[in-house]
Each structure stands twice: as C-alpha cells, then as structure tokens.
C-alpha cells in the first residue's frame, strides 16, 4: 500500500487524477532542472580541461574540439600527483590514528568501569563544541615549539585530534549495543582484553568503523584551515591548498587548472558513490536519531 | 568479570590515554591559550608580549572590517538556513513521497555529489563560473536576455559575499536534503496511509505528519547550518580571499589576515574568542535541544 499509485484513488474523479499526473510531471522537471544545475558546472570543469585557451574563450559552452590529454598531462606533471600523493599519506594516517585511539577509548568507556569515567567522556565529547578556526593562532606557536610546523605530522596529530571526540561519538553510541555474551565466552577461553579488543569488538562494530573511517577520510581530504596555515613547503601541501597555489602557477592556462579540479575531484566522487551507504549512515548516526 | 580488579580499572585508563592526551594538547589547551592572547598585543616574529587588557576587543568595536565580516557571516546563516534547512527538507519530502524507484536513488545521489568535493574545487569552479569573460552565469543570463543582471560578481563589492554565499547553497543543499531523508525514513508509513484514507492531501500530509515528526531534526539542522555558517573560511579565502576591499571578508578570513597579513596576533585571537562564544552558544542551544545528543556538522 505503500506505493504512491494508489494514491489518487482517495481523492476520486477523473479531474483530480489528471491534475495529479500534471503535478507529477511538474515534479519531476523542477527535479531534473535542479540535477542538471548541479551536474552541468561538474561537466563543464571536465570538458574544459580538454580545450586549449582559445576554445575556452572563443566558445565557453561546446565541447572541445580535439580531446587534449596533454593538458591532465600538465597538470599532472605541475604538481597534482605530489598534492594528491600528500593528501592520500595525510587522510590514511589521519583515519588509521583517528579510529584506533577513538575505538579504544569507546571500547574502555562502553565496556568497563573505570575510574572517572563520567569527566572522561564529558571531556571527549565536549571537543566537539570547540572549532579549528578557534585554536589556530596558539596552535600555529605550540607546533613551532614540538617541532611539527611545516611537517606531515603536524596535519596527522591535528586532524585526530579535533576529529577523536565526533569518532569515539559515533563508535561509543554502537559499541554499547553490542551484546556482552560473546566477549564473555572468550575471556573464559582465555581472551585477554587487547584480544577481546581486536578479535571480537573490532570486527563487530565494523559498520560503524567503516563508516567512521569515511567520514574521516573525506575530512582529511577536504581540510583547508590547517593545511594552508601549518604547512609552508609547496612539497608538503595537500590538494585544497595546493591547488589554489596551483592557481598561480598556471598563469593563464586555465585549461589545465580545469584539468587540475578534474583529477582532484575524482577520488571523492569514486570513494562516495563506491560506499555511498556508509557514508550516509555515519552523517546520520552522527546527528542522533530524530 | 573484566576490570573488575582494582589494578584493572585503572589499567584500563591507559586505553583512553591517548585520546584525552591528543584533545587536552591540541584542542582544550589551545582554545584556553587564545583566551589569554587576545589580551596581548604580540607578532609572529617577535616572542615578547605586551599586556594591553582589553585593547584589542575596543578595537574589534572599533574596525569596519570586524563589523562588515560579522554581517557576512549572518547573511551567510540567514541564507543558508533558508536555501539548505527549508529547501533541503522540501527536497527531501518530495523525494520521499513522489518519486519512485530509481530516479529516488539517481537524484539523492546527484544532489549529493558536491557534498564530497573540496571548497577549494568548488570555489575555483565557481570562480570559474562567475568568470566575465568564460563564466556560465552571464552567459546564461545573456542567453535568456537578461544582459543588464549581468555582473563581474566576484569583482564587486556589492556582490562578492552573495556570489560566494550562492556558491555554498548549490554545494550543501543536498547534504541537508540527505539528513532529512534519513529522518523521514524513520517515520512509521502507516501514518500517511491513515492519513491519506482519511482524505488528506499531500501537502496537508507533509504539514500535519512530515514536518512535527522531522521538527528535531530541523532544529538540528537549523543550529548546525548556523554554527557552520560563522566557522565558514575555506570557500571565501579560495573565492576572494576577503576582496575586493575587504569586502567579502568573514570573521574566519579576517581573523586569518589579521593574523598572518596584517601581523596582529593579539587582535587577532580576539576574533577567535568572538568565533568561540557564537559556536559555543550554538553548541548549548544544540545540547539542551539534541537532550544530550551531541552533534557535529
């Protein structure tokens, strides 16, 4: 009954059926003018990397005449493969450090009693109140003095950092559901907890490992604040920040910056589509159940 | 049982050790930090400060910049709640209601792509876009006739922030869209089946059903675009970088070329302390109304 087919009949009359399929139709034009508003500019980026400068002024809407590899080439060789290699090292350290120290904590506060727990949690979670843009002007002073400014690693600790208490978050409300039973019977086989850990809690809340580890991934990857203020060597820089001094460097070839925006939009778009389920259900864990 | 054991409880402290040690660190120190900077006049390159107590707050009041970021980032809230709560709930009940089988999937999916992507694609795209010379926007307003409404939109004071604010609308509305239709998916069907047999129609439907039963979740979502909107830096900085005079500058933007331009860094972390009680009194009203759920956008 479910089905919006049936619905019609409550209302009777042949009248109301025809000006139910209008507004249908209606419907589903305003939907398909607001997907082609959205997809057309992304399309638009695409072709036009592959025109030459003078196609992309002379004829900003058509399609390229010849299809210009050369200018990914370009962009490629101009600095997109080092941002993208630096983002890919900085998110998959940043996931790796930010699920691991947030599902033990989770696994200790959800699983034992320990001492204080009450102002552990408050404090874990009470980070997620408080912004990056908020702590950059002493953090810019506290990594020159621990030696981090202007390395990987002072991306990886921030980027755990700020984003532990959104993880222990998601991972804690879905490490208290899990039944006690199993972890019983293998600590009375011996288990101990750093085993229980990974061999039973681990592979049971991987949904929302999975989950957690995507929405951090796209952090990472997206990062703009930290990433233009802490990191100086062009070597070093991401993708958001090094496509903007990628900018500069083109001059007026805009065409291999379109090529540029193409390559560095991809693996977001892959990785969305490729988990596309996980990636919704950790947003809407992540804003409590309404 | 496991720790149980007195020395088993406290063991277990280690487990949450680095997780407290990382946001005590990197977040709780540096936020208590700015506190006590913003009452300093103090540079990068000189380690010396000097007290000059609330100085830099009377200067905030004072400068035409703090003031034009701050209405920036109230048009931005403004906006936005409008556009990606009020538009994103209305797409999301019409995807739910009246749209079937694939072309639900195929249009949640579209809408949400640009979600995924960098401010900084985005912001260069769009840049792109507003472009005089290449941009879609004039050439479509030219298309449809309207070459007076055609504008260098980035270029001009007048319409910087409303092209950049544009931007972010087509960016975030599906995101929003999304988180409203994992709500409505929560809520039991047999509410509109009774409703329809008793001979509502599909507005009435969503008025009397959809939105009370979402209404957390617009709350969230309102408080959420809010908080976001005075923490926005990424999409101006790429866009404007604050231009053309100073015009499109947020608190986010400002405080950074204050910072690391203009070389105020007492000055500027009192821009930050501004940032921190808004998002802070974001974060409460977001408590008090999630009933202890916390949230993050």
Redesign the interface.
Same mark, same amino acid.
């Given at each position: 009954?479910?089905?919006?087919m049936e619905?019609p009949r409550?209302?009777g009359g042949a009248r109301s059926s025809v000006a139910a399929s209008i507004g249908?139709v209606v419907?589903?034009v305003v939907?398909i003018v607001?997907?082609v &508003?959205?997809?057309?500019?992304?399309l638009?980026?695409f072709l036009?990397g592959f025109k030459s400068n003078a196609e992309?002024?002379g004829d900003?809407?058509g399609l390229p005449s010849t299809w210009r590899w050369e200018n990914f080439v370009k962009a490629w060789n101009l600095g997109v493969v080092r941002y993208l290699m630096n983002s890919v090292f900085v998110a998959a350290a940043a996931v790796v450090t930010t699920i691991?120290?947030?599902s033990?904590?989770a696994?200790?506060?959800t699983?034992?009693?320990?001492?204080?727990a009450g102002a552990?949690t408050v404090?874990?979670?009470g980070?997620?109140?408080?912004?990056p843009?908020?702590?950059?002007?002493?953090?810019?002073r506290?990594l020159q003095t621990l030696g981090i400014f202007d390395t990987y690693w002072g991306l990886i600790?921030?980027y755990?950092?700020?984003r532990?208490?959104?993880t222990?978050?998601l991972i804690r409300a879905y490490m208290v559901t899990i039944s006690r039973e199993i972890e019983d019977a293998a600590?009375v086989d011996g288990a101990n907890?750093w085993q229980?850990f990974w061999l039973v809690i681990m592979p049971l809340s991987r949904p929302i490992i999975v989950s957690a580890a995507l929405l951090q991934a796209?952090f990472s990857?997206?990062e703009?604040?930290f990433a233009?203020?802490f990191i100086n060597d062009t070597d070093l820089k991401t993708?958001?920040?090094g496509?903007?001094a990628m900018?500069g460097r083109v001059l007026s070839d805009?065409p291999v910056?379109?090529a540029a925006?193409t390559i560095?939009?991809v693996p977001?778009?892959v990785?969305?589509?490729a988990g596309?389920r996980q990636?919704?259900r950790g947003?809407?864990e992540?804003?409590?159940?309404? | 049982m496991?720790?149980?054991s007195r020395f088993?409880?406290?063991s277990?402290?280690l487990?949450?050790a680095?997780?407290?040690l990382?946001?005590?660190?990197?977040?709780?120190?540096?936020?208590v930090?700015?506190l006590r900077?913003s009452l300093f006049r103090w540079n990068?390159f000189s380690p010396s400060e000097t007290w000059v107590g609330l100085d830099n707050y009377r200067d905030l009041t004072l400068d035409p910049v703090f003031w034009s970021s701050l209405f920036n980032n109230i048009a931005y809230a403004v906006v936005s709640v409008i556009f990606q709560v009020g538009g994103g709930l209305v797409?999301a009940a019409?995807?739910e209601?009246?749209?079937?089988g694939r072309?639900k999937g195929?249009?949640r999916?579209?809408?949400?792509?640009?979600a995924?992507?960098?401010?900084?694609?985005t912001g260069?795209?769009?840049q792109?876009?507003y472009n005089p010379?290449?941009?879609?926007v004039n050439?479509f307003l030219g298309a449809v006739g309207l070459d007076s409404w055609k504008h260098s939109w980035l270029g001009e004071s007048a319409t910087a922030i409303w092209a950049i604010i544009a931007m972010s609308q087509?960016q975030s509305i599906?995101?929003v869209m999304?988180?409203f239709i994992?709500?409505m998916q929560?809520i039991p069907?047999e509410l509109y089946?009774a409703a329809?047999?008793d001979?509502a129609?599909?507005p009435h439907a969503f008025r009397s059903i959809t939105v009370p039963?979402?209404r957390?979740?617009i709350l969230?979502?309102t408080i959420?675009t809010i908080s976001g909107a005075f923490?926005v830096?990424?999409e101006v900085?790429?866009m404007t970088a604050g231009g053309p005079n100073n015009s499109s500058h947020t608190l986010?933007t400002w405080?950074?070329k204050s910072?690391?331009f203009n070389d105020q860094?007492g000055y &500027? &972390?009192a821009i930050?302390?501004v940032?921190?009680i808004i998002?802070?009194v974001a974060?409460i009203v977001q408590l008090f109304l999630?009933r202890g759920?916390?949230?993050?956008y």
């Open positions: 009954m479910a089905g919006s619905r409550y209302r249908r419907v589903y939907l607001f997907a &508003a959205i997809i057309y500019p992304l638009w980026m036009n992309l002024f900003p809407w691991l120290f947030s033990m904590a696994y200790s506060l699983r034992y009693r320990i001492p204080f552990i404090l874990l979670l980070g997620m109140m408080l912004a843009t908020v702590a950059l002007i002493p953090l810019f506290l600790v921030l755990t950092a700020f532990i208490p959104f222990v978050f600590i907890r229980v796209l990857w997206n703009f604040v233009l203020v993708l958001p920040v496509l903007l900018q805009w910056l379109f925006l560095a939009a977001m778009i990785l969305f589509m596309q990636f919704i947003l809407s992540g804003y409590g159940k309404g | 496991p720790g149980t088993g409880r406290w277990m402290l487990w949450v680095p997780a407290v990382l946001l005590v660190v990197f977040v709780y120190y540096p936020v930090e700015n900077l990068a797409l019409v995807l209601e009246l749209v079937r072309w195929f249009f999916t579209v809408y949400f792509v640009p995924v992507l960098s401010l900084t694609i260069l795209l769009f792109f876009m010379q290449i941009g879609l050439g087509w599906g995101y999304v988180l994992v709500a929560r069907r089946e329809y047999i001979g129609s599909r039963l979402v957390e979740m969230l979502a959420i923490l830096f990424n900085q790429v986010g405080l950074y910072a690391f860094m &500027a &972390a930050a302390v940032i921190f998002t802070m974060s999630g759920k916390a949230v993050q």
